[in-house]
């Protein structure tokens, strides 16, 4: 049994990381959370101690450290300018680290968190659950099997549909989220980088507050994607249902399903890290990279191979006057 500390306990991802604690038989020990509506920890650890204050989180870690419960792992929840700074008090403390997706906002944050790994011996670990999601192996294997030459057709489309709250809270502000490619498109770049090779060419149509679009080339695949949290750019049929949320995978107009089980990935995801298999550094840094410089490319409008919902009309910023 390894002992577990958390950091970003009242965040939305938060419960996930503690039902993988439990599942996988480990103990959280210590969590720390700016904000107090962290009572789900009851559902999983009532006995955990929590902390509103850093500085006593961190007295409480150093203590543990010294003592017969040391952290063995710190799972970090917290928003994702906040990743490499909580990510280094992990190392510093001698625990390996969990983080959540975007491991960090730009690359050179993962050269320096190599460095800090090499001082203290221990490791990062990133969770890039759609890895591990059966339908996603099973594609990127017919894709290793078919031709060597062979160059496809990819559609990605992820609407997520999110209420004004968002643009008050960290998500809405670029410098802190990274904007809506980091904040909900990373792991599908890293899917796709993962499955279809490296980027050979990346261009932005739209970049706004509310959505995302662009185009890559990839070594094995052109790819048309498109972001959003507005609903109005969901397609008419999921609206006429009721639905906020949309997700598709099209390879050469063939949809891939994907939808189910996302709930247990991370727990998966957790199990692959205690077994020895967890993905790195150097397996974060490809999506890294990608949405940096999605973050500072000029965007080009509807010019070229655009995703067909990226003709959406575009609307004003909900605080704008």
Known sequence: MKNFALIGAAGYIAPRHMKAIKDTNNQLLAAYDKFDSVGIIDSHFPNADFFTEFERFDRHVEKLKRGADKINYMSVCSPNYLHDSHIRFGLRVGANVICEKPLVLNPWNIDALKEVEQEHGTKVFNILQLRLHPSIIALKEKIQNGPKDKVYDIDLAYITSRGHWYYTSWKGDVTKSGGIATNIGVHFYDMLTWIFGDVKESVVHIHTHDRAAGYFELEKARVRWFLSINADTLPKAVKERGGRTYRSLTMEGEEIEFSDGFTELHTHSYQHILDGEGFGLDEAR???????????????????????LAKAKLVNHPFSV
Request: net charge negative.
């Open 286 to 308: 490809n999506s890294i990279q990608i949405v940096h410089d999605i973050r500072h490319m000029e965007p080009i409008g509807l010019r070229g191979e655009f995703h067909p």
